[in-house]
Structures are given as structure tokens and as C-alpha cells.
């Protein structure tokens, strides 16, 4: 059986973070391990976050765990801090770690201010240049490239060669139903050529998780095998379909639905 490895945060709600990956990872029949890198709960009046960061040194002690064993395919989420990102770097070199997946989770507030800008450095300088995928939603990218807000697809490939240019061998940045378009659409760009991928807009805010499971999915389909490219397609596929399949938790969040492709399937236009 094929094995994966998320280092992430976790989801008190269970929607997002590791609990997402490690649903992905069941959905696409491969053996999920997670290394956490802080617990992230909710106050039940208002729904506002708080996040644990969990010691460096454990979170060492956890990927040395998972990656003692081996895995196929790897993908890092929320990581919290510099450290832990030089960590994650130092392990990928450590154990050859070349089907690497980076989610490159910013913890921000509006949409133009990012709390610990020294982390966004430090995940363009150390994991950008090891990562075979990584998925920047608009903001992200942005900030990845230095660019500043992006509106159009030409902002976004103006973006993604940036990013390839750091050291990404693959990038897919999620334009979503954010991007100021009619279709839902995410970019996927190799260094050579660009792949629009386009959908119906769907009309919902249960998409909880949306990012996490995304770049789950493609881990999972690295680790069994599939082109980088294949991957994000087969992904895209998978999301759509746990979007579109949302649901509400409470009054104040709604998740996707780690399980809708299997039990509903979606076709992907690509």
C-alpha cells in the first residue's frame, strides 16, 4: 500500500488541516501518516481560531517516526513558524524526499497583511526550490511572487512563472470562485506551457478544507504514481466534487465532503 505523509496542523472541527489530509488520503486508498505542527481550536461563541504551535522538537521526533518507515508522497500545510519550515526542509534533503507537495498556508488577516511575513520568506528560500507541486491560492501567490493582488489570469501566469522561476517544478494557483471571472478556475503551470482548469462556479460557502484536500488529493495521486500534472487534474476532479457536496457544521462554518467524489463522482473539463 502505498504511504503519504502530511505535516500540518490540526482541525478541532475536523474539516481542514491534517483531518482533511488524512481523509484524502483514505479516499484515494493510500496509508496516511500526519506529523502535527500545532492544534487548532475554535471558541464556540464566534468561531474565532486559536492556534497551539507544538515544540519544534517533537514535531522532529514525528517526522522521524513516519519517515523511518518510507513514504510515497509527502505534502506540508500549516507549519507555523520558521523553524519548523527549516525542519521540513532539512528532513526532505535528509530522507530524498522528491514527491514533496507545498500547500504554502499563510495565516493572514484581511487581504493584505500577513502576520508572520518571516514565514513566507523562509517557505520561498527553503521550500519552494524542493517542492514538485505547490498550490498558492491568489493571495498566496502574490505573496510568493511578489506581485501584490491578483484579479485577472494574466496576474495569475505572470505569478506562476515567479513562482517556477524560485524553484517549483509545478505550480497550481487556485483561482477558485474568488478570481474575477465566470468560470471557477485554477492555473496549472510546468515551466512550459499553462492548463486552464475550468469549472461552473458553485454557488456555496460550505468549502471548509477546499485547499487542504486539494493538495491532498494531488499527493495521494503522485504517490500512486501519476504525472504531476495527472495528479492536479485527478485533484480538481476530487474537490469539485467535495465542494459541490458541502455541508453545514454549525451557524458559523461549512465544510466539503472528504467522501462525495467516491460516492458521487464529478466530471472535470480540462
Given at each position: 500500500?502505498?504511504?503519504?505523509?502530511?505535516?500540518?496542523?490540526?482541525?478541532?472541527?475536523?474539516?481542514?488541516?491534517?483531518?482533511?489530509?488524512?481523509?484524502?488520503?483514505?479516499?484515494h486508498d493510500v496509508y496516511g501518516m500526519t506529523a502535527l505542527t500545532c492544534v487548532v481550536t475554535m471558541n464556540p461563541k464566534g468561531w474565532h481560531h486559536n492556534v497551539t504551535p507544538i515544540e519544534t522538537e517533537l514535531v522532529e521526533k514525528q517526522l522521524d517516526t513516519i519517515l523511518s518507515v518510507g513514504v510515497d508522497a509527502a505534502k506540508s500545510g500549516m507549519l507555523g513558524s520558521v523553524p519548523i519550515i527549516e525542519l521540513a526542509a532539512h528532513k526532505i534533503d535528509e530522507y530524498k524526499l522528491t514527491n514533496y507537495v507545498l500547500d504554502p498556508v499563510m495565516v493572514c488577516k484581511g487581504e493584505d497583511e500577513v502576520l508572520q511575513p518571516e514565514n513566507t520568506d523562509a517557505m520561498r528560500?527553503?521550500?519552494?526550490?524542493?517542492?514538485?507541486?505547490?498550490?498558492?491560492?491568489?493571495?498566496?501567490?502574490?505573496?510568493?511572487?511578489?506581485t501584490g493582488p491578483i484579479k485577472t489570469i494574466e496576474g495569475?501566469?505572470?505569478?506562476?512563472?515567479?513562482?517556477?522561476?524560485?524553484?517549483?517544478?509545478?505550480?497550481?494557483?487556485?483561482?477558485?470562485?474568488?478570481?474575477d471571472h465566470e468560470k471557477a478556475v485554477d492555473l496549472f503551470y510546468d515551466g512550459e506551457?499553462?492548463?486552464?482548469?475550468?469549472?461552473?462556479?458553485?454557488?456555496?460557502?460550505?468549502?471548509?478544507?477546499?485547499g487542504c484536500t486539494f493538495a491532498a488529493a494531488i499527493t495521494a495521486?503522485?504517490?500512486?504514481?501519476?504525472?504531476?500534472?495527472?495528479?492536479?487534474?485527478?485533484?480538481?476532479?476530487?474537490?469539485?466534487?467535495?465542494?459541490?457536496?458541502?455541508?453545514?457544521?454549525?451557524?458559523?462554518?461549512?465544510?466539503?465532503?472528504?467522501?462525495?467524489?467516491?460516492?458521487?463522482?464529478?466530471?472535470?473539463?480540462?
Open positions: 500500500m502505498k504511504k503519504t505523509l502530511t505535516i500540518a496542523g490540526s482541525d478541532s472541527s475536523g474539516g481542514a488541516g491534517q483531518a482533511a489530509d488524512l481523509k484524502t488520503f483514505q479516499e528560500e527553503l521550500l519552494l526550490p524542493r517542492s514538485l507541486v505547490t498550490t498558492p491560492n491568489l493571495f498566496e501567490a502574490g505573496q510568493l511572487a511578489g495569475m501566469k505572470e505569478a506562476a512563472v515567479k513562482i517556477h522561476e524560485l524553484g517549483a517544478k509545478n505550480v497550481v494557483i487556485k483561482g477558485g470562485k474568488a478570481l506551457e499553462f492548463t486552464l482548469l475550468e469549472e461552473d462556479k458553485i454557488d456555496t460557502t460550505y468549502n471548509h478544507g477546499a495521486n503522485l504517490a500512486q504514481g501519476k504525472s504531476a500534472k495527472e495528479s492536479v487534474i485527478a485533484a480538481k476532479a476530487f474537490v469539485t466534487a467535495a465542494i459541490k457536496h458541502g455541508f453545514a457544521l454549525n451557524q458559523y462554518v461549512g465544510s466539503v465532503m472528504h467522501g462525495a467524489y467516491t460516492k458521487y463522482g464529478v466530471e472535470v473539463k480540462n
